[in-house]
């Protein structure tokens, strides 16, 4: 058994929240870069140019890429060997969001009841996912999901009889739907298989991947490529306002499903693809 | 981008906004409101029941935006556009109280469309996700009403080359629809 205390876990939150909303990651910035490069329309070249532009900014001067910095996600792997003190580690996670967000100078846009409707004024509570797997070791990963993508994702509980066909037309009627409005060149993650709430989950992880990373199984290696070249064939491009480069990437994350069911998610990212993981 | 951009300076009036068509590039100075989904509610509300607005909607420029905190020393943090058919249900009302232009991201509806075209007003889009970018143009920046919605607070911005685009012009015309006819390849 390996003893964490929770308060080694609040710095290095804070310091995650900040670096991922300061500094673009490289693999989101070449497929910019290459998108500006190919991109036919030039008012899309001139968007992806102010993007590249826009991501230099925020890593000179240390402010966030986007206003919008997001709802605090998080995908915790707690190794079963470890034994957490000092506190709870949902607790110690929120702290960590809590300060990170105040010193970062990153906008608070959580509210505390959807209906009501008062901002908490500190970006909490952040939403967590925890998993237990082998080891004595944690790790974290941090995305920072914002709200104008967030509101394109749309979860179906297809049929079986609609097969894999039936997946595409979901997807690329999704997208078309999205037009503009989750500031293109998104990221398109989609969840297929598992429950309800499970289908969801995954395609919110797919999400994590690195651009130009190619899917383990060839299956959906090969459907993710089928799909970006359809998605890209839309004509939505930069902003929405005509162009080839619609999507950076398509992931696709799959899960055991029951015989009755075929979920599909569609979870949708901007092109500020921001996350950032630690491991204790 | 390459295509010349022309200046334009608010408040703005019908000669100005007849200039502008779809797809012109446009560098924005003088004074802007920022208004977002909870600032038009009480703003739309207030002009139900007849009251007056934090300020004078007639010929000005509403920013949908909801800043980043400013960093000591700047006016305001990043700051760019939110998604714009949030507003739908909020915007012909404003539009009718006056106000010239909106400036977001993505689509507006056609009733939206229809009241630009009647009022000789138009539709910007700035670019989403481009906020460090856009908080350059943004000089000074002043909160004058609902202090209270934090982020989402009213804020008067005085900006200067402000960068956008028509998007939906006084004359119906959709810089979406157009681009995308034109690069659809399905």
């Known amino acids: ?280 | 981008m390459s295509e010349e951009k022309i200046k334009i300076t608010t408040p703005l009036t019908d000669d100005v906004v007849r200039k502008l068509k779809i797809g012109t590039q446009v560098l924005i100075s003088g004074t802007i409101y920022t208004g977002r989904d909870a600032a038009h509610k009480k703003m739309t509300d207030a002009l139900g029941k007849g009251e007056p607005l934090p300020f004078d909607p007639k010929g000005q420029i509403i920013y949908f935006v909801g800043p980043a905190p400013a960093k000591p020393g700047k006016p305001i943090g990043s700051a760019g556009p939110t998604t714009s058919y949030r507003m739908n249900a909020y915007s012909p009302a404003m539009l009718d109280a006056g106000l010239k232009g909106m400036i977001g991201k993505g689509q507006m509806s056609e009733e939206v469309r229809d009241k630009l075209k009647e009022h000789i007003a138009c539709y910007f889009l700035a670019i989403g996700g481009a906020g460090a970018l856009i908080a350059k143009s943004i000089k000074e920046a002043e909160i004058i009403a609902y202090d209270d919605l934090g982020p989402e607070a009213v804020r008067k911005l005085t900006v200067e080359d402000f960068p956008a685009i028509v998007t939906f012009d006084c004359y119906g015309g959709n810089l979406f629809e157009e681009g995308v006819r034109q690069y659809s390849r399905e």
């Open chain 1, 1 to 280: 058994m390996r003893e964490i205390d929770v308060n080694e876990v609040i710095p290095k939150v804070r310091q995650m929240c900040m670096d991922a909303n300061y500094f673009l990651g490289d693999d989101v910035k070449s497929a910019l870069v290459n998108a500006e490069k190919n991109e036919e329309s030039p008012v899309g070249k001139g968007i992806l140019s102010d993007i590249i532009k826009n991501s230099e900014i925020a890593r000179d001067q240390q402010v966030p890429m986007c206003q919008d910095t997001g709802f605090a996600v998080f995908f915790v792997e707690i190794g079963q060997d470890v034994h957490f003190t000092g506190g709870s580690i949902t607790d110690a996670i929120n702290e960590g969001v809590r300060q990170g967000y105040a010193d970062g100078y990153l906008r608070k846009s959580i509210l505390g009841d959807p209906i009501q409707r008062v901002n908490t004024k500190d970006n909490t509570p952040a939403v967590i996912h925890y998993d237990i797997v082998p080891g004595n070791k944690v790790k974290i990963i941090f995305a920072a999901k914002g709200g104008g993508s967030e509101n394109m994702s749309e979860i179906r509980m297809m049929k079986p009889s609609d097969g894999v066909e039936g997946l595409k037309d979901f997807v690329l009627d999704r997208v078309r739907r999205s037009g503009g409005n989750p500031c293109p060149p998104i990221i398109v993650g989609i969840g297929v298989g598992g429950t309800f709430e499970k289908c969801a989950q995954i395609a919110k992880k797919s999400l994590l991947r690195e651009i130009g990373s190619k899917h383990p199984d060839p299956y959906y290696a090969a459907l993710e490529a089928e799909l970006l070249e359809k998605v890209n064939k839309i004509g939505i491009g930069p902003q929405g306002l005509g162009g080839r480069t619609t999507a950076l990437a398509v992931f696709i994350e799959a899960h055991p499903c029951h015989i009755a069911s075929f979920p599909v998610a569609v979870n949708i990212q901007c092109h500020a693809a921001r996350h950032k993981e630690v491991i204790i």
